[in-house]
Nanobody, 123 residues
Framework: QEQLVESGGGLVQPGGSLRLSCAAS????????IGWFRQAPGNEREGVSC????????SYADSVKGRFTISMDNAKNTVYLQMKSLKPEDTAVYYC????????????????WGQGTQVTVSS
């Protein structure tokens, strides 16, 4: 069964760091694009970052640029989102999504969704 599983969320204080993981199983991320999205209660889902295994490109929302880093470990078939200097406004459920067909950023397809992992930034 093809699936994406996010992990690594939690409660951190402002200025803290977390690393989120998006592990793919049942398929490989080769020639895919993987995006991280987040959604706070009552808000629209927001694109955070994207990485393409096809061309190696990465992209970031302006709100996280310079603080978040997306990366991929091909051997582990996993995408990571390293989050530093976290702010309360980063609080949301974070999801990873993959485009297995076009495989470029920004995502134009949502082939698989993860279940989400909660990130809470609060003092």
């Amino acid at each position: 069964q093809e699936q994406l599983v996010e992990s690594g969320g939690g409660l951190v204080q402002p200025g803290g760091s977390l690393r989120l993981s998006c592990a793919a199983s049942g398929f490989t991320l080769d020639h895919s694009a993987i995006g991280w999205f987040r959604q706070a209660p009552g808000n629209e889902r927001e694109g955070v970052s994207c990485i393409s295994s096809s061309d190696g490109s990465t992209s970031y929302a302006d709100s996280v640029k310079g603080r978040f880093t997306i990366s991929m470990d091909n051997a582990k078939n996993t995408v990571y989102l390293q989050m530093k200097s976290l702010k309360p406004e980063d609080t949301a459920v974070y999801y990873c999504v993959t485009d297995r067909i076009i495989g470029t950023c920004p995502l134009t397809r949502n082939d698989y969704w993860g279940q989400g992992t909660q990130v809470t930034v609060s003092s």
